[in-house]
Nanobody, 117 residues
Framework: QVRLVESGGGLVQSGGSLGLSCAAF???????????MGWYRQAPGKQREMVAV???????NYADSVKGRFTISIDNAKNMVYLQMNSLKPEDTAVYYC????????WGRGTLVTVSS
């Protein structure tokens, strides 16, 4: 099985920065060397949305709302994915979920990011 553990959420003022980390655990990585990892978020009363995804090869894709402000990166050796969030806005407030896609989606429990105005 796969377990994803997020860290790094918290409270920050508008315009500030936060970094999120996600560690992936599981023997499945001995089988799969190609996979996608990413960050999704869900704000109160809204659907979960993609924030940023990255392939094990390093190809990235960002939601338009975060382009130029957020950066996703991956450490394949450690099975970790990171999200650096700069110039945060109140509308970035949400629970951020780490995702691993191996054909099947795996999710972390989420970490809350709150941006105050």
């Amino acid at each position: 099985q796969v377990r994803l553990v997020e860290s790094g959420g918290g409270l920050v003022q508008s315009g500030g920065s936060l970094g999120l980390s996600c560690a992936a655990f599981g023997s499945i990585f001995t089988t799969f060397s190609i996979y996608n990892m990413g960050w999704y978020r869900q704000a109160p009363g809204k659907q979960r949305e993609m924030v940023a995804v990255i392939t094990s090869g390093g190809t990235t894709n960002y939601a338009d709302s975060v382009k130029g402000r957020f950066t996703i990166s991956i450490d394949n050796a450690k099975n970790m994915v990171y999200l650096q969030m700069n110039s945060l806005k109140p509308e970035d407030t949400a629970v951020y979920y780490c995702n691993l896609n191996l054909g099947t989606d795996y999710w972390g429990r989420g970490t809350l990011v709150t941006v105050s105005s």
